[in-house]
């Protein structure tokens, strides 16, 4: 209890008195002192912690939204159902996961925020889209509220000094640029490369990883670069523009908008324009993009990349992993059949990184969550990789660094030659 001017002027001894039978009583309540009740952040208490989360559940997006929501949802129900978590201060806790829709609309995403602080929760995870965690991570910091394991490969999310509340989960863009990038140096074949990139950080983010990769190089030249943006309902023109080069190589930096992915596939086969295509991990579901546009046979090869494995593998279902995640996905869902978008496992792998870092929590606080959360090392996830853990103590880096080429085998990916 601060004491007040007014009080500061009552005599020395009557104030003494006052705070000496404070004290006492609170003694006697068990600790029941200011100190003792502003302990806790909002939203936990010694049996639940509350957190948010904003996604694209309706519109364009809402498949890959849904997913990502899904994929969380599942396994902390299923967490919940076996008695909660184990966290490291002692107490076992049920984790309440909220969904907010913003339908890929930053304005949106940013008042999900402002609710989701109205609503008391204790953090928000596994937000998808870079437009719209940008929105309000300015906010989230302001109100020193956690805002982490974001499903976007936005670097900004990951480096300490800009974004302290923050933590992305995906490999940033520039990683997957990158790979594809070498892989075409390393082919020491002749490309043309023709790019379609969102104007935003996104596209950006994949473009300046490609040009990175090939920066040197005397058999990869960039051709053209032609940007769209993320409100754009059609990308016809812009594939036209490219298509006209002629390149062998169409670099398709492009967000998870179905009906844009499709349709530049389209109208590049429409154009009988079939070079080898790359299309980001995001966006590359051969259930729900590849395959519905119906033309994916007829480009010379498919590439993206991946940090993890796929719900469409042959041996996916058959798996203790995979039998787990479906079943819990069947139970706490409306997910009928194994998801086609990669967001459902990247998810699950986020919530279990969150329980990684509620089992090593020392306080029912923000700051002693930031703390347990950033000094994870070599935790063996659920869905990696072969070789590949999370990794969170190095500054400017997500919590999944690890992406490999792969290549569509007419069903799914495999790992590129």
Known sequence: MKISAHTRRVGAAIAAAALLAGSLAACARGGDSPSAANASSPGITDTTITFGSTAPLTGPAAGVGNCAIDGATAYFEMRNAEGGIPFGDGKTRTVEFRAYDDG?????????????????????????????????????????????????????????????????????????????????????????????????????????????????????????????????????????????????????????????????????AALNWTPSVFLPSTSSSPAALLTPSGVADRFAAIYTTASSASASAPDFATSEDGKEFLAALADYTNQDAAPGFPQCLWGWIGAS?????????????????????????????????????????????????????????????????
Do not use: C
Request: aromatic share 8%; proline share 5%.
């Open 353 to 417: 990184i969150l329980e990684e870092a509620f089992t090593h929590m020392q306080e029912p606080t923000r700051e002693s969550f930031m703390t347990a959360l950033r000094d994870i090392a070599d935790f063996d996830a659920p869905f990696l990789l072969d070789g590949a853990t999370i990794s969170t103590t190095e500054d400017g880096l997500p919590a999944m660094s690890d992406v490999q080429v792969m290549g569509y085998n007419g069903a799914g990916f495999s790992p590129a030659g």
């Open 104 to 268: 890929y609309d930053p304005q949106r995403a940013a008042a999900n925020f402002q609710q989701m602080v109205s609503d008391g929760v204790f953090g928000a995870a596994l937000s998808l889209g870079t437009p719209t965690n940008r929105a309000w991570r300015e906010a989230a910091i302001a109100e020193e509220v956690p805002q982490v394991l974001l499903q976007t490969g936005d670097p900004i999310f990951s480096d300490r000094e800009e974004s302290p509340w923050q933590l992305g989960l995906l490999p940033i863009y520039q990683l997957e640029g990158e790979a594809f990038g070498r892989m075409l140096v390393e082919s020491g074949e002749t490309h043309e490369v023709a790019v379609l990139f969102q104007n935003d950080d996104f596209g950006e983010g994949y473009v300046e990883g490609l040009k990175r990769a090939i920066e040197g190089s005397e058999n990869v030249t960039i051709v053209k670069e032609v940007g769209y943006e993320a409100t754009a309902t059609d990308v016809s023109a812009q594939v036209t523009d490219l298509a006209s080069t002629g390149a062998d190589v169409f670099y398709n930096a492009m967000s998870s908008l179905a009906p844009l992915v499709i349709g530049s596939l389209q109208q590049a």
